[in-house]
Nanobody
C-alpha cells in the first residue's frame, strides 16, 4: 500500500555533504512519522533520525547529532536527510521508513512497526 523511494546517495570525500530524499505515496503523508536508518557491511540496521507528523519534533542517534538534519515537506510527500561533515563511518545503505507513532522509529530499532521501507540509497564516504 505504501511506497517509499530514496534518492540522493553517492560518493563524497570526508567532510563533505549530501542530501537524501525519500518520496512517499499510497497514504496521507502528514498522518505518519518518518525515519531514516542505515546499514553498513557486516552490521545490523541502525537508527539515524526521525521526525514527527508535523515536523515539530525530531530525534537523532548520538552518532549523527550536530551533523545530520531531518526535515519534511508534507505538500510534496517527501522527507529529507541533510548530511554534513560526513566521515567514513557514515558509509552505509540508507533507508527511509514510516510509522504512525514517532517513538517506534527510535525504540528497539523499530522491530515493532515500520512495516514499509524504501529500496535504499548508497552513501560512500572516502577518507
Amino acid at each position: 500500500q505504501v511506497q517509499l523511494v530514496e534518492s540522493g546517495g553517492g560518493l563524497v570525500q570526508a567532510g563533505g555533504s549530501l542530501r537524501l530524499s525519500c518520496a512517499a505515496s499510497g497514504r496521507t503523508f502528514s498522518n505518519y512519522a518518518m525515519g531514516w536508518f542505515r546499514q553498513a557491511p557486516g552490521k545490523e540496521r541502525e537508527f539515524v533520525a526521525a521526525i514527527s507528523r508535523s515536523g515539530a519534533n525530531t530525534y537523532y542517534a548520538d552518532s549523527v547529532k550536530g551533523r545530520f538534519t531531518i526535515s519534511r515537506d508534507n505538500a510534496k510527500n517527501t522527507v529529507y536527510l541533510q548530511m554534513n561533515n560526513l566521515n567514513p563511518e557514515d558509509t552505509a545503505v540508507y533507508y527511509c521508513t514510516t510509522d504512525p507513532i514517532l517513538a517506534r522509529l527510535y525504540s528497539n530499532n523499530c522491530r515493532v512497526g515500520c512495516d514499509y521501507w524504501g529500496q535504499g540509497t548508497q552513501v560512500t564516504v572516502s577518507p
